[in-house]
């Protein structure tokens, strides 16, 4: 088992910048593949990026592509989400997930465990 914990969220204006971090608890986040995902109210969860459990392999949606960063500092258990150039469509709730297997993911139903979620909100 391994609880997630988001932070970071908050208010920002259009082309500002925010960090995420995911804080893992329970075991070592090193075992596991870890991805962000968001949702706004009535929609689906959507994939935003994932970063492979070494850090080497990293996969991003098009629509933040060139405009967000995952990375990942295994010792300190923490996967971290530099989001640079915000959008108001970026407004949603972000989710970190983690999943034991490994390679392309994007569906939720690949993830095992979730964080509760952080806001998000970019203002134009």
């Known amino acids: 088992q391994v609880q997630l914990v988001e932070s970071g969220g908050g208010l920002v204006q259009a082309g500002g910048s925010l960090r995420l971090s995911c804080v893992a608890s329970?075991?070592?986040?090193?075992?596991?593949?870890m991805s962000w995902f968001r949702q706004v109210p009535g929609k689906e969860r959507d994939f935003v990026a994932r970063?492979?459990?070494?850090?080497?392999?990293?996969d991003y949606a098009d629509y933040v592509k060139g405009r967000f960063t995952l990375s990942r500092d295994n010792t300190k258990n923490t996967v971290y989400l530099q989001m640079n150039s915000l959008k108001s469509e970026d407004t949603a709730v972000y989710y970190c997930?983690?999943?034991?297997?490994?390679?392309?993911?994007?569906?939720?139903?690949?993830?095992?465990?979730w964080g509760q979620g952080t806001q998000v909100t970019v203002s134009s």
């Open positions: 970063i492979s459990r070494n850090g080497y392999n990293t």
């Open positions: 329970g075991r070592a986040v090193g075992i596991y593949d």
């Open positions: 997930a983690a999943r034991g297997g490994s390679g392309y993911a994007r569906g939720v139903h690949s993830y095992e465990y």
